[in-house]
């Protein structure tokens, strides 16, 4: 069996992208596939996080993933900061990736422009990102599109790394969905859809109700011609909702064109596909949030069986990058 690994940090709640680019997936490979899906905690303080805050999010996340078809039972669902390889791997792989390739990872550029002040961790953080996958042997890693540059890293450090210590890694491929790899805001169809949107009028979140999916769904910006085609140069605004109701249902955008002449009718049948989808999740939500041990004990689970993976890897990359064993 293949394994399949991939992370979503606990920074904000879970919104439309994570689901139709990420997360819907990794809930149909679960049954196909051996699966690992982290918590990425590390990841999340690369920008300052409230304590507080941070862990009451992280148990919201995991009841979140819970709720949209991840089953502990038969998936490896775990807190990255509960397995202390991550940040053991992500180390010698600091030393093996170049200072070149990481000032040219777009997510870097694109996030530090803004901040004041830019933490080594930021810089680095890709890296981090690459032992996540490693440290288990990883085949496959479903993501969408804005984390395709960073799984190609991945590869490039773990060839460099193999070719210097002998075949010790598993050299991991991206798969990125024919629909829903890139969500835009509903607002600014030229910007993805995100967590750290200030406005939230151009987000659907995975909890937001009936009415709120379809007012927002209704205020989408489109354009001014009437025609319903799927081309994301000239119309992004209805080419967003084209590949969101594509995903939802399960086809390229270009079949669910063709059976839409008008925008009304496009929006509303997004609309009410995304209230169908959304509607389980809200239901097995609020159910979980009434035992949160029963997803602590999960959590504590799968880091369990994360660990013993973990440590493996490392023994095997100690020993061929020459530490000189305890004794
Ligand atoms: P994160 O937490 O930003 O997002 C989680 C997943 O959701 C996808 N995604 C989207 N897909 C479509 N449209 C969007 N608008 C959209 N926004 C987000 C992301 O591509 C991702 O698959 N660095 C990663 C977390 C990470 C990771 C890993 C991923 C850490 N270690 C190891 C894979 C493997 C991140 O910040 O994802």
Same mark, same amino acid.
């Given at each position: ?17 994570? &689901?139709?680019?990420? /997360? ?5 490979? @679960? ?22 805050? &941070? ?5 919201? /996340?995991?009841? #979140?993933? #819970? ?37 040219? #990872? ?15 961790? /930021? ?35 773990? @060839? ?6 002998? =075949? ?10 024919? %629909? *829903?790899?890139?969500? #835009? ?14 406005? %939230? ?18 205020? %989408? ?12 140069? %000239?119309?992004? *605004?209805?080419?967003? &909702? ?23 009718? /496009? ?8 209230? =169908? ?51």
């Amino acid at each position: 069996m293949q394994r399949v690994l991939s992370g979503i940090q606990p920074s904000g709640d879970v919104h439309l992208g994570n &689901l139709l680019g990420a /997360l819907q997936n990794w809930v149909a490979d @679960q049954h196909t596939h051996e699966s690992f899906h982290p918590i990425v905690d590390l990841h999340a303080v690369t920008v300052p996080q409230d304590p507080a805050e &941070l862990q009451t999010a992280t148990l919201r /996340l995991a009841q #979140m993933l #819970m709720a949209s078809g991840l089953d502990p039972d038969i998936c490896v669902l775990f807190v990255q900061s509960h397995v202390p390889e991550h940040t053991q791997l992500a180390w010698v792989l600091e030393c093996t990736a170049g200072f070149g390739e990481l000032r040219r #990872m777009h997510q870097f550029k694109d996030k530090s422009a803004d901040m004041d002040f830019v933490c080594a961790g /930021l810089f680095t953080y890709p890296v981090l990102q690459a032992a996540d996958i490693v440290l288990y042997d990883t085949d496959v890693v479903p993501v969408g599109d804005d984390q395709r540059q960073h799984i190609e890293l991945t590869r490039d450090i773990t @060839q460099r790394f193999n070719a210097r210590y002998g =075949e010790v890694l598993v050299v991991p491929e991206h798969r990125i969905p024919p %629909a *829903g790899a890139r969500v #835009m805001d509903l607002q600014e169809p030229t910007r993805k859809m995100s967590k750290s949107a200030d406005e %939230a009028p151009g987000t659907i979140w995975l909890l937001d109700e009936p009415d709120t999916v379809r007012r927002k769904i209704r205020r %989408a910006v489109t354009d001014s011609e009437a025609e319903v085609r799927f081309d994301r140069e %000239a119309k992004p *605004g209805v080419s967003n &909702l084209l590949e969101i109701l594509g995903a939802a249902t399960g086809r390229s955008p270009q079949e669910v064109a063709a059976g839409y002449d008008r925008y009304g009718e /496009l929006k509303n049948g997004c609309a009410e596909a995304v209230v =169908e989808l959304l509607a389980p999740i809200r239901r097995r939500f609020d159910e979980l949030s009434t035992d949160p041990g029963e997803t602590q004990r999960a959590l504590a689970a799968g880091a369990e069986t994360a660990g013993e993976i973990a440590t493996a890897t490392m023994a095997r990359v100690r020993e061929a990058m020459g530490f000189l064993p305890r004794g």
